[in-house]
């Protein structure tokens, strides 16, 4: 999202990118204008950060590893500033709501209906399903409440701002990566749609997997979050995978922002084959996917990433990549795989997904007749 402007100045300038897809580091706005509109926006927002901090603090990692493994300079400095907060209440209250299912992507979503620290001002309202998932209106008002207080009692816009060189880093050796990059295009010419933003968002202290919150308009389009950890460190900084593991994690967070809108607009079809559960139900669980919905929202995003391989680099990579979904527990994936390819060679008639899904549903209506018995493996 952003920094101060205080902190911009004291910054490592980070350049802008125009390539038929522009690519900024900072924002000044939480909402795009017109032109930013169309951009990658990258950024280490403060709004998660503060969150990090909380869950660090807490019993989060021990139960669910969800935070960072490797250790580097801002992580040092983070724990240094933070610790002497480790008994305020929003701390005790995480952890009492996270093991009562307020994890994994719930948080960070929380985090973007707010403003930056310490004010944390709704703006747009919570929905209704996050207010569930966080256990009630009156609950998740005191938690951003609490948050409030922490963020005032520690200082956290201080240290945030101390740490801007270090965040420039950060972004700028990140979107160095992805510079000529076309993942809005991809995107947008697959699924025949177009959302409002796309924002890449680092979170050095998250694990190296991601989450895809995104925010509805009140137009129906959405601003779509990639917030993703890690995957090693480089001369002090965390560094957060290869061009291709940035494009893969892009394609696929930023893509659940096309599938599961859809998957809810046709909920009552996708209940039908719930019976399909039940044979990957082991392996689902075991990588929290913990519901039908989830699951096939999952699959359906794998299956459509396959035939991008296919697509853009060949048989080889698309087998490989097809391997990998089923070694992984997604057994379904060949099947909508191979719908896809109806969806591809027939845009004249399908010309965007919302309108192949009833179509691509077809495939579990086959894999019923065939009474798939298959239990795959759990190992992810």
């Known amino acids: 999202m952003r920094v101060s402007t205080r902190a911009i100045k004291k910054s490592t300038r980070v350049k802008t990118v125009s390539v038929g897809l522009a690519l900024c580091s900072f924002c000044l706005s939480c909402a795009p204008s017109t032109d930013a509109a169309r951009r990658l926006e990258f950024s280490v ?23 960072t493994r490797f250790d580097f300079e801002y992580k040092t400095a983070m724990e240094a500033h933070f610790t002497a907060f480790a008994g305020h209440p929003v701390v ?36 209704d399903d996050l207010i569930a998932q966080a256990g009630g209106a009156d609950r998740l008002d005191a938690f951003v409440e609490l948050m409030r207080d922490f963020a005032r009692e520690s200082d956290f816009m201080r240290f945030y701002d101390e740490q801007a060189p270090a965040i420039a880093e950060m972004v700028s050796r990140t979107e160095a990566l992805t510079e000529g990059a076309d993942y ?80 809810q607009r046709y909920r009552e079809d996708v209940a039908r084959y719930e019976a399909l559960y039940e044979p990957i139900r082991e392996a689902m669980t075991a990588i929290a996917y913990e519901d039908w919905e989830s699951c096939v929202n999952e699959h359906i995003i794998r299956a459509v990433t396959t035939r991008m391989a296919y697509n853009r680099d060949g048989d080889e990579e698309g087998d490989r990549a097809m391997k990998l979904e089923t070694d992984r527990g997604f057994m379904y994936v060949p099947a909508l795989t191979a719908k896809l390819e109806v969806y591809e060679a027939q845009r004249d008639v399908y010309t965007d997904f919302v309108s192949f899904y009833p179509t691509l549903l077809e495939a579990f209506e086959e894999l019923l007749e065939e009474e798939i018995t298959v239990k795959p493996g759990s190992e992810r």
């Open 45 to 67: 927002d403060p709004r998660i950060e503060l969150l990090a901090a909380i869950q660090m603090l807490s019993a989060y990692n021990d139960r669910f590893g969800l935070l």
């Open 92 to 127: 005790q209250m995480f952890d009492a709501m996270s093991m009562q299912g307020f994890a994994f992507s719930i948080p960070p979503r929380v985090m973007l209906y707010l403003s930056e620290p310490p004010a944390l001002e709704v703006n747009p309202e919570f929905p």
């Open 184 to 263: 809005i295009e991809i995107l947008e010419d697959y699924y025949g749609m177009q959302q409002h933003s796309y924002h890449f968002v680092l979170a050095p202290l998250y694990h190296q997997g991601g989450f895809g919150p995104r925010i509805e308009r009140t137009d129906g389009s959405f601003d779509l979050y990639n917030i993703t950890g890690p995957r090693g460190v480089v001369d002090g900084y965390p560094t957060f995978g290869s061009a291709e593991d940035l494009r893969h994690v892009a394609l696929h967070e930023f893509g659940h922002s096309f599938v599961n809108p859809t998957t």
